[in-house]
């Protein structure tokens, strides 16, 4: 790819309200294709085996994400797979369970495979206290080989309530040099709302924290679209974290699903701000981001200009998986823990959602599938083709079709016909064999990857997805 072309520059947010408007409609984040619903039981502990021994032969670098579960108190707004406990015991046996899963799948990797990301998400990662954590590092670094690269990312996710900065002295300690904090939004009618009330001055004690401690990146999640959510109030909170200049910003938009998650049903429908409200609180996040220098990576990220993602994104590397965005796109990924989905070679694995089915897999010495997906040749070149429009907003068609042998324009035919109603409102460019989203067309990435969504059109496969905006 052009280095130098707009695309791969990271073209700002080119916010048009009507624009969205017409175009938001449900469709998958594409943190995978095919994207997890797809997923059948089918695929089991033998084919993980078979895909980790054809794998090896790739030598390729590991990416280890555990998902913790356990949260304090629950988050009204929240649709992760999370348990709610008080009873921080349980982390103990929880540590436990993972190295005891880790024990059984280490050995399948060739131990010359270093792993060069960690990512510990949730859930509330630092649930975990200081020792358990400690714990779960070492004890993966005796089961893995970690690379000790300067380029290496071991980051976690933090509920800022819920850690000090004494904390984040020992998280460095570890090795971790990223962390993500939650904060939503500091109005406190808000906060009081979704049932996260947290205070500014705490949550940006822990932010400073991470720069004292030598964390190379601090990212900060915010969300628009919730109750009582106002301009001015979401105004405040953007110009409080600037202030702080993190060096990336996921700024998502809320989802109300309280037909499958049943913390959200405590919203009432009648506080949330209406779709004209919503898109005008996205469209201030996003005029603001701009004129404070960050770089729109894609979907909902952003990123200082010199920050690792955007340096990823100018050069073509840039990557999207079960972790959102990274710099690593050539690993296999490794999931660990309740619901931790694996990606190794051209399969995907999913542990069982539910706790209890988890540690009754890992406590009777089995690896832990519960569904997944090997990829057939289709999924392989839309997968490539999907993940390059996710990260680049572009995708080049005859190195593609090089690349696997086929021709562009007849075997995507049907896409290229979908494509044209996004090209008759400018959002999206198909010339001299390149498929690109226009300045107009970066929001609605998802809208673009879905022209060649071939599971979409699939009656048999209904699946319920998220709105674009």
């Excluded at 797809?38 to 030598?59: C, K, M, P, Y």
């Amino acid at each position: 790819m052009d280095i130098t072309s707009p695309a791969a520059a990271g073209l700002a947010w080119h916010f048009d309200p009507d624009l969205l408007r017409r175009h938001d409609r449900p469709g998958p984040r594409y943190t995978s294709y095919p994207a997890a619903p797809h997923f059948h039981d089918g695929f089991g502990a033998h084919a993980l085996r078979a895909a980790i021994g054809a794998s090896n032969a790739s030598a390729r670098p590991l990416s280890l994400y555990v998902h913790v579960p356990y949260c304090s108190s629950p988050c009204f707004y929240c649709g992760c797979n999370r348990v709610i406990t008080r009873d921080h015991s349980k982390g103990v046996a929880y540590v436990a369970r993972v190295l005891s899963e880790a024990d059984q799948i280490a050995p399948l990797f060739d131990d010359t495979r270093e792993v060069i990301q960690l990512h510990l998400g949730g859930g509330t990662p630092n649930f975990l206290a200081a020792a358990q954590l400690r714990e779960l590092v070492d004890g993966l670094r005796e089961r893995f080989r970690f690379s000790t690269a300067a380029h290496r990312d071991f980051s976690i996710e933090l509920d800022p309530r819920f850690v000090s900065p004494d904390d984040i002295a020992t998280l460095a300690a570890l090795g971790f040099n990223r962390a993500s904090l939650g904060i939503q939004d500091f109005d406190p009618v808000v906060q009081r709302a979704i049932n996260r009330e947290q205070g500014v001055e705490q949550t940006l004690e822990i932010l400073r924290a991470c720069r004292a401690n030598g964390l190379r990146s601090v990212n900060v999640d915010l969300i628009y679209g919730l109750p009582h959510q106002t301009p001015a109030g979401f105004a405040q909170t953007l110009e409080t974290v600037l202030r702080e200049r993190p060096d990336r910003l996921a700024v998502y938009g809320y989802a109300h699903l309280p037909h499958l998650f049943k913390a959200q049903r405590q919203i009432p429908d009648a506080a949330l701000p209406s779709p004209e409200q919503k898109l005008a609180l996205l469209g201030l996040a996003v005029r603001r981001l701009s004129l404070a220098g960050y770089q729109y990576v894609g979907m909902d990220h952003f990123a200082l200009p010199d920050e690792d993602l955007s340096q990823a994104q100018r050069a073509g590397h840039l990557h999207r998986n079960f972790m959102g965005y990274t710099t690593h796109a050539d690993t296999d990924l490794v999931g660990l823990g309740a619901s931790a989905i694996s990606h190794i070679g051209d399969s995907y694995s999913q542990n069982p959602r539910d706790l209890p089915g988890w540690e009754a897999a890992v406590d009777a010495g089995r690896l832990p599938v519960w569904r997944g997906l090997q990829l057939d040749a289709d999924d392989v070149v839309r997968a490539e083709l999907i993940g390059q429009l996710m990260c680049q907003g572009e995708v080049d068609g005859r190195a593609l079709a090089t690349r696997h042998g086929l021709d562009f324009d007849d075997y995507f035919a049907d896409a290229l016909v979908a494509l044209q109603a996004l090209q008759h409102d400018g959002l999206a460019e198909y010339a001299d064999g390149v498929v690109r989203a226009t300045e107009r067309g970066r929001p609605l990435l998802r809208l673009l990857a879905m022209c060649f969504d071939r599971y979409l059109a699939r009656p048999d496969q209904p699946v319920r997805y998220s709105r674009a905006i």
